[in-house]
């Protein structure tokens, strides 16, 4: 019997994984952590390695933020970002990674209703087809060690 790995879309938004981003510590080039906090309107970077520790406030404009990924507030690098052909693959953190790894190994792919785009449908073209199915996952499970 031949069993499909399935993946059901759980309708999540990148925005799911805005909060905590593995990046490039500035410092170091280690691995660091940019963390943001919307209700108190403070991001915060963090190495581990070297102790590289910098707040700032995510308020960009006035009586207002822009909700976006932890590292756009410090113009840091990602982490988790390798290159593939001609594109990049990148992921902000572990679940993000695990989550795209869950979509890409399978061989069946199911979409619950949904009211807007799903991260997954906002995906570049390289990274729903099955030609680049071992490729991507290879480069997942290099980026699994870092």
């Not at 499909?4 to 309708?11: L, T």
């Not at 906090?37 to 991001?43: H, L, P, R, S």
Request: glycine residues 2%.
């Amino acid at each position: 019997m031949n069993k499909q790995n399935r993946f059901q879309d759980e309708n999540l938004n990148l925005s799911n994984f805005y909060k905590e981003v593995w990046v490039v510590c500035p410092s170091c080039a280690n691995k660091a952590i940019a963390r943001v906090n919307f209700e108190n309107n403070t991001a915060r970077l963090l190495c581990l390695s070297c102790g590289y520790n910098k707040e700032t406030s995510t308020a960009i404009v006035k009586n207002g933020t822009i909700k976006t990924a932890a590292n756009f507030y410090f113009q840091a690098v990602l982490w988790l970002k390798i290159p593939f052909k001609n594109e990049v693959f990148w992921a902000y953190n572990d679940k993000h990674l695990m989550y795209l790894e869950k979509y890409i190994s399978a061989t069946l792919r199911e979409h619950k209703d949904r009211t807007n785009f799903t991260l997954l449908e906002k995906l570049p073209k390289f990274y729903h087809e099955a030609k680049n199915r071992e490729g991507l996952l290879k480069i997942i499970a290099k980026l699994k060690i870092l």
